[in-house]
Every structure is written in structure tokens, then in C-alpha cells.
């Protein structure tokens, strides 16, 4: 493109984020190079989606151009340039600083500080941050845009140049043509691709279901390059209609995972997918997706989330987060419906019969596709369970019509895997009960390391009784909402007056009576010594090796979430565990035969604080426990 006049030219330097990223790309996708290309391409589709969406209320933006909307290719192997042309919405010279000159997504900053150095490493990562406009420099040595938005006079066109390192210039030129028109000076090692062939294979293979027509001149037969036209022919080389409004039946795999890398701006393959057409009442078309890994913004509150919306295959918005609830927000795809207006805006989409009835059949669609690749494919399940796991634990609280299905799809650690890994499924569980069980028995904690060896589980583990080891921070405040599976109810072992019911043989139930009757006076004096830091001393079932335990109240907050409030600086109500003791351990039968009281109060503080330690809480009275503890140790070795 010839540039005539240029003014206002200035020079300016790219934000810190994307000189990182320009280097990170530059380094990591040597051996996919060709993906520019799907970048760009994919780039000019959206442009070409927001002049239609704009042009619902204002016709005037398609004036002059005309409606035929496309984007065009063309090579030129001499001067070692490849020229990609669309008359899309186009930039405006603020739009062009903004756009190719920043990245907007929150919590990019930190999470390029986070990268490791490494660059092998590293450029894993880039594949889940998307690549864009940038990919462009991974080929070419210069990029120059020049670009007009939709609406603006022609006297208002931008060129945008850069050679990808620190800085890029910006410039107002004509541009009589509305659009973008992107030519790449390729690196004298990538000379190859200014080959016509080469460029339309690479259109095949990641543009095929882009809807916008993908244009490269028509070849001549060879021989025929004598003097060139002035302007070609330009032939559609692409499929160009909308990939989901295609029967499945017709569609590859392979152009799944492309329409997916367009819509989801990820670099690498879905795990999962599932295409639904429905008709009847409401009419709409569903193409969702489950991707491989979490985006780096997961958790930032304004992170990306949302489907893409068309109306009648007219692009609406990004990121209509109305049609699933929040625990399914890492679900990408796109939502077409035919019931909703032209001018929906995302105020209407907030209520109405319609939305509910489309979020609600969408949300069982996107469970029903979890339960299809966990049972078709346990191992990229256990892939998504890994990056998305705790996502899905918030549904039960948000989505409770639903939480028997969701609680279908959560997995976790247990005392039979014996490992940390959270792979046993309640219906396993439930498999694996065994007789007279009718309990799914778990025990909250920090850490896995902290909660195999506690002494709750004792009893389980003598009896061979299976328990769910629940480690995320989320586990507890889960649990509340999750009451039943199976028509079984969950028992949380730490917690009340642990009644194994049929576990319990006859045997065993008198011998603890007898020994409660036994020791109703090591009980009192229990009581007294501990007083005010207990709210009832008992004999506990649930002991085989340790001395004493301590137990939740039925009603109170477990320690999870206790620790949880407090470090987030909130007031957490007071509560008393009850200390259980085993009557048979050694250390309580010399307790009981202890006469010092003195000695006697020492000894059993000793005991409720190791209690407090091995649950994982922290002592009151650190240096008091050490004090009485070395106390007790030289009287030993007196
Ligand atoms: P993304 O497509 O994920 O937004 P890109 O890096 O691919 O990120 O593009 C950055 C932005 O630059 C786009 O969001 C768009 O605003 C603008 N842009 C890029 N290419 C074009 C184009 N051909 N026409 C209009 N705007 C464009
Ligand atoms: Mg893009």
C-alpha cells in the first residue's frame, strides 16, 4: 500500500506487558509458526461481526464498501510481503494505539511477573493467554496496519507500524477504504511464506469454519506469469458459514478444535465439546466447550467468562455470562438464538423467561457433557478435575436443583486411594461401602499430609471403613451444602457424638457402656481439670491408638473455617470441642490411677493440647504446653 501523506506522526512505546509478551511469543512458537495467519484471519472475522452488530442501528456504517464483507489475502514474493485485507469495523487512531499497543485483560501484569524465566517452560503457558495480533511478529520483522473505523471520514485513517521490539509509530493518513489492511515483511528466513499455495493450505487447515469468506487470488495455470493483472480475481477458499449451524454429522473433529481456538483465544485443544440444536418452544443453537487449562484469571472477578452471542446468526456480544451460572464459567462456546431481539442488550438479558429457560437447559448441558468425558475418558477428566475442579465444588451453594448431578462430578482423596490426588467419585465410594454401612463418612483439613494419620480415623481404618479427605480451602463451606448422595448422608467423623449405628456390633456397644459406668469418676475429674476449654468429657469410640481426641459440637463451625474467617480478620463465634478419651490407652489409665492432683491436672492439659495439635489447631498456650510437658519428662527420669 502506498501511503501518500502522512501526519501527526509520533512514536510510542509499548506497554511493559507486551514487550514481555512480543519476547515470550517470539522465542516460544518457533515450531507453529504458521498460526498468524489463523490469528489474523480470525481478527478480521471479528471485525467483520462488529460492523454488522453496529450496522443494526446505524445502516450508514456498510455505506460506500458495500455489505460483502471479507477479508482478502495476497503474497508478493519479491518484495517478501504477505498483505491481509478486510472492510470490517476497522480502528481509529485511538483504537490502534489502544488496541495494538496494550492488553486490556486484568491481571496480565501479574501474570507475566510469575513466568518463570524459563522460556521452554513458559511458552506452555502463552498457549493459555492467547496469542492475537502479536503472532504476527513471529514471521515478519515489520507489521504495518493501515486501518480506517466503520463511520469516520477517510481523512481519518491510522498507520500503525512496528518491528516488534520496543516501540511503534502511529501516523493519520487517507484511507478511502473503511477496514483493516495488515501487510507483514516477512524475515528473510520466512521467506517461504509468500507462496500462494502455501498460504491458502494454511486458510484450510485453521480457517475453514470462520463464516466470513477468506479470499486469495485465483491461481493461474503455471506458465502464466508473464505480466499480472492489475486487480485479480479473488475466490473464496474457505468453507465461510458458521461452523455451528452445520449439521454435526458433517463435521470434523479437527474443525471443532479450530472454531475453538477463534472463540476461545486459546492456543491449545478443548478437552470436550458438545453441539445441540433445539427446536420448539425456543429455538436456539448451543456450541459449548471445555478447555484444557485454566486461564491464568480464573479467579479475578472481572476475568472473561460468558458465551459468545449471535441472534439469527448475527454477532450480538463476547462474554454473555446470562445462559450459565458462575461455577461453569470456565465453559467457552457460543449461544445463536432465534428468540431474542436484534437489539438485545445485556440489561434485557438479565431477566426474562427466555434467558431462564436457555440458562437452565444450557447448565444441564454443560453437566451432562462433564458426565459424558467422565465416564468416556477418566483421564482428561482427571485433567479437567485438576484445572477446574474448584470451580465446580461452588456449585453445590449456587446451583441446588442441580447439586446431585454436580455431586456426581466431584472427586477427592480418601483414605483407600492413598494418595493426595482427588480421584474417588461418590459413586465409587458408594460402591466400595460395605455392609451395614449407610454413611459417607469425611474429615476436613489443611493439608492431606495433616489429615491421613489423625486420629479420627482410627476407628475407620480398624474397621476398614473408607473416608473422603477433604484438603481445599472451599471443602468445608462445600460440605454444607452438600447433605446427601445416593440417598446417603454425609458424616463429618471430627464432628458430635460419632454413631457408627450397624457398624457397631452388640459387643462392642456393651463393652463402652461398661466402660463409661467404669469410668464415670476419671470423667468428672476430667471435667474439672479442663473446665472452662471443654463443653463435655466423654468416652470415645472412635480411638484405637491415641489417647484422646477432640471433637466439633454438632452445630459449630469446623476448624477449616475457622482458620479461614480469622486470617480473613473476621469475627468467628466461640466454641467448645468435646474432649473424648480412650479408656483402654495406657496414658489414661495412669491418668486415672494418678493421685496428685497437681500432677493429675498437668497431665491432662498435656493431653487435650496434643489433641488441639494433632487436628491441626493451634495452641492458646504454647509456652504453657512446653512448661507442663517438660514438667511431666523429669519426673520421668527422676
Ligand atoms: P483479541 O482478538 O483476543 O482481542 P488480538 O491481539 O488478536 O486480541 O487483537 C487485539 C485487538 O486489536 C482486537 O481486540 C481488536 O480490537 C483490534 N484488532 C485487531 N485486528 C483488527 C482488525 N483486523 N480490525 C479491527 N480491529 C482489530
Ligand atoms: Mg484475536
Redesign the pocket.
Known amino acids: 500500500m502506498t501511503t501518500a501523506t502522512e501526519t501527526h506522526k509520533e512514536t510510542l512505546g509499548f506497554q511493559t506487558e507486551v514487550k514481555q509478551l512480543l519476547q515470550l511469543m517470539i522465542h516460544s512458537l518457533y515450531s507453529n509458526k504458521e498460526i498468524f495467519l489463523r490469528?489474523?484471519v480470525?481478527?478480521?472475522a471479528?471485525?467483520a461481526d462488529?460492523l454488522r452488530f453496529e450496522a443494526l442501528t446505524n445502516p450508514g456504517l456498510l455505506e460506500g464498501d458495500g455489505s460483502d464483507l471479507r477479508?482478502r489475502i495476497s503474497c508478493d514474493a519479491q518484495a517478501r510481503t504477505i498483505t491481509?485485507d478486510?472492510n470490517?469495523?476497522?480502528?481509529s487512531r485511538e483504537?490502534?494505539i489502544a488496541?495494538?499497543g496494550t492488553?486490556a485483560k486484568s491481571g496480565t501484569a501479574d501474570f507475566l511477573a510469575h513466568l518463570s524465566g524459563d522460556q521452554k517452560k513458559d511458552a506452555n503457558l502463552i498457549g493459555q493467554f492467547?496469542?492475537?495480533?502479536?503472532?504476527a511478529f513471529i514471521v515478519a520483522d515489520r507489521v504495518d496496519?493501515y486501518?480506517r473505523r466503520a463511520g469516520l471520514p477517510a481523512s481519518e485513517g491510522v498507520h500503525w507500524s512496528s518491528a516488534g521490539q520496543g516501540d511503534f509509530e502511529v501516523a493519520t493518513i487517507d484511507k478511502p477504504q473503511r477496514?483493516?489492511t495488515?501487510v507483514l515483511h516477512l524475515k528473510e528466513d520466512e521467506a517461504g511464506f509468500a507462496d500462494p499455495w502455501r498460504l491458502r493450505g494454511i486458510v484450510k487447515k485453521y480457517s475453514d469454519h470462520i463464516a466470513l469468506p477468506v479470499e486469495l487470488p485465483r491461481q493461474q495455470a503455471t506458465g502464466a506469469d508473464a505480466d499480472k493483472p492489475a486487480e485479480p480475481e479473488w475466490e473464496t477458499v474457505n468453507r465461510a458459514s458458521a461452523l455451528w449451524t452445520r449439521p454435526k454429522s458433517e463435521i470434523q473433529d479437527e474443525e471443532y478444535r479450530e472454531f475453538y481456538k477463534h472463540i476461545s483465544?486459546d492456543f491449545s485443544d478443548p478437552l470436550a465439546w458438545s453441539h445441540n440444536k433445539v427446536e420448539g418452544k425456543l429455538e436456539y443453537t448451543s456450541l459449548l466447550y471445555v478447555p484444557a487449562h485454566a486461564p491464568f484469571d480464573l479467579y479475578h472477578r472481572d476475568a472473561a467468562k460468558g458465551l459468545k452471542l449471535y441472534v439469527q446468526r448475527v454477532y450480538i456480544m463476547d462474554q454473555a455470562d446470562q445462559f450459565l451460572p458462575l461455577y461453569l464459567r470456565f465453559i467457552k462456546g457460543v449461544v445463536d438464538s432465534s428468540d431474542l431481539p436484534l437489539n438485545v442488550s445485556r440489561e434485557i438479558l438479565q431477566k426474562g423467561p427466555v434467558i431462564d429457560s436457555m440458562k437452565s437447559a444450557l447448565t444441564k448441558r454443560a453437566l451432562d457433557m462433564l458426565e459424558k468425558l467422565a465416564k468416556d475418558k477418566p483421564d482428561q477428566y482427571a485433567t479437567f478435575w485438576k484445572e477446574f475442579g474448584q470451580v465446580l465444588k461452588e456449585g453445590p451453594s449456587e446451583d441446588y436443583a442441580n447439586r446431585e448431578k454436580i455431586a456426581g462430578l466431584l472427586r477427592f482423596a480418601s483414605t483407600k486411594s492413598g494418595t493426595d490426588a482427588q480421584e474417588v467419585a461418590l459413586a465409587d465410594y458408594v460402591a466400595r461401602m460395605v455392609q451395614g454401612q449407610d454413611k459417607i463418612y469425611y474429615l476436613t483439613g489443611e493439608s492431606y499430609a495433616q489429615v491421613k494419620d489423625s486420629p479420627h480415623l482410627e476407628v475407620f481404618r480398624k474397621k476398614g471403613i473408607e473416608v473422603l479427605l477433604l484438603t481445599d480451602r472451599i471443602d468445608e463451606w462445600l460440605m454444607q451444602y452438600l447433605t446427601e448422595f445416593d440417598g446417603k448422608a454425609f458424616v463429618d467423623v471430627a464432628r458430635g457424638d460419632l454413631d457408627l449405628g450397624a457398624l457397631e456390633s452388640e459387643e462392642d456397644k456393651k463393652a463402652q457402656e461398661a466402660a463409661a459406668k467404669d469410668k464415670e469418676n476419671l470423667i468428672n475429674r476430667l471435667k474439672q481439670a479442663l473446665g472452662e476449654d471443654v463443653s463435655e468429657v466423654r468416652i470415645s469410640h472412635r480411638l484405637t491408638d491415641s489417647p484422646a481426641i477432640l471433637a466439633i459440637g454438632e452445630g459449630d463451625m469446623g476448624l477449616q473455617m475457622r482458620q479461614l474467617l480469622e486470617a480473613s480478620g473476621q469475627k468467628v463465634p466461640e466454641a467448645k470441642p468435646v474432649f473424648e478419651f480412650n479408656p483402654t490407652h495406657p496414658l489414661i489409665e495412669r491418668l486415672d490411677a494418678e493421685t496428685d492432683e497437681d500432677r493429675f491436672g498437668d497431665l491432662s492439659r498435656v493431653l487435650f493440647d496434643q489433641a488441639a495439635l494433632a487436628a491441626g489447631d493451634s495452641l492458646k498456650d504454647p509456652a504453657g504446653y512446653v512448661r507442663r510437658l517438660n514438667k511431666l519428662l523429669l519426673d520421668l527420669a527422676r
Open positions: 490469528e489474523l480470525s481478527n478480521a471479528d471485525a462488529k477479508v491481509i478486510d470490517g469495523i476497522g480502528m483504537e490502534a488496541h495494538l492488553i492467547g496469542v492475537g495480533f502479536y503472532s496496519v486501518s477496514g483493516t495488515i483465544h
